[in-house]
């Protein structure tokens, strides 16, 4: 009796466990599948005239160099500025506390590559990528971006956007294997579902603060 009473639980507990999978992996294909159409190559980006191009940040060393993630997205940032894609880049990332700084290895990487400082802005306060697109839009007051990331991470930011009623377009920044990226993808799937929800509720951001408007000048987000 005490078999079969354990083999029930089990069989409900599997069912259960299938019942999520397939919950977790419908909002997946829904996220994926609803912007999808939305990452264009970059040739087809120089035309959009963006109000600014958002480059996410993805960790630094150390020594304050640029992760090769993100170093690769920096990279790409820079090339639709270039093009003419926006005449500014807004540097979205971690700068928590002051032993850990993403956003001025960003601008610095930029400023190196001949980008003029003043068109180079920081989102201190990019802790997330829901909080990096939500402040793009209410901090930094642009109405149109360019979300450079890598591929697999760009379908949730640009969901974002698009629950947040941004309009957003993204560019991929593959521009080399990388390592873990099977993890990654694993965390990715979860995060979908994560932002999903917040994209549902649309929570404040960790700060918010006084306008900052892209049509400035960046050196004043210096810090």
Request: aromatic share 10%; net charge positive.
């Amino acid at each position: 009796m005490a078999l079969f009473k354990r083999r029930g639980i089990i069989r409900r507990l599997l069912g259960w466990i299938l019942i999520l999978i397939l919950i977790l992996g419908g909002i997946n294909l829904y996220v994926i599948f609803k912007v999808k159409g939305r990452i264009v190559p970059l040739e087809q980006a120089a035309g959009i005239k963006a109000d600014c191009v958002l480059v996410l940040g993805a960790g630094v060393r150390g020594d304050g160099a640029p992760t090769p993630m993100l170093k690769d997205r920096l990279t790409q940032g820079i090339a639709l500025y270039q093009v003419g894609a926006s005449d500014r880049l807004l540097m979205s990332g971690d700068h928590g506390t002051p032993e850990y700084d993403e956003v001025n290895a960003m601008k610095q990487f930029a400023v190196d590559s001949g980008v003029p400082s003043e068109k180079v802005f920081m989102d201190h306060a990019g802790f997330s990528t829901y909080e990096s697109v939500y402040r793009a839009q209410a901090v930094f007051q642009a109405k149109k971006v360019i979300i450079v990331s890598q591929g697999y991470h760009l379908y949730r930011a640009l969901y974002v956007a698009d629950a947040l009623g941004l309009e957003a377009y993204g560019v991929t920044a593959d521009l080399q294997p990388y390592q873990g990226q099977w993890a990654r993808q694993g965390r990715e799937a979860l995060a979908r579902v994560k932002d999903f929800f917040f994209g549902l509720f649309k929570p404040a951001p960790t700060y918010l603060g006084e306008a900052i408007p892209v049509s400035g000048n960046g050196d004043d987000t210096a810090g």
